[in-house]
């Protein structure tokens, strides 16, 4: 069964960091295209960023700079450390394997003074 499992989210201030985390099983996580994408109430789910698994990296411009995606192949878990962290940053965070229809219960992120 596959399942994505997030975590790390919470209340920072404006400038601040996060480390999301998210335990992918049920999938060869080596060989997976891993995005991260989050969401606003009310809007559509937008993506963020994407993880090859040679290690190429791709981000949208509004994170680029602040966003870096990572992965631990060992023990299939996906990474994003956030800086810089902005008001319009806030959102539900979530992984998933490109493509897939499985999605986690999503980690929320709050960016607020």
């Known amino acids: 069964q596959v399942q994505f499992v997030e975590s790390g989210g919470g209340l920072v201030q404006p400038g601040g960091s996060l480390r999301l985390s998210c335990a992918a099983s049920?999938?060869?996580?080596?060989?997976?295209?891993m995005t991260w994408h989050r969401q606003v109430p009310g809007q559509a789910r937008e993506w963020v960023a994407t993880?090859?698994?040679?290690?190429?990296?791709f981000y949208d411009d509004s994170v680029k700079g602040r966003f870096t995606i990572s992965r631990n192949d060992a023990n299939g878990t996906l990474y994003l450390q956030m800086n810089s962290l902005k008001p319009e940053d806030t959102a539900m965070y979530y992984c998933?394997?490109?493509?897939?229809?499985?999605w986690g219960q999503g980690t929320q992120v709050t960016v607020s003074s």
């Open positions: 998933q394997e490109a493509g897939s229809p499985t």
């Open positions: 049920g999938i060869s996580f080596d060989e997976a295209i």
């Open positions: 993880m090859f698994p040679g290690g190429a990296t």
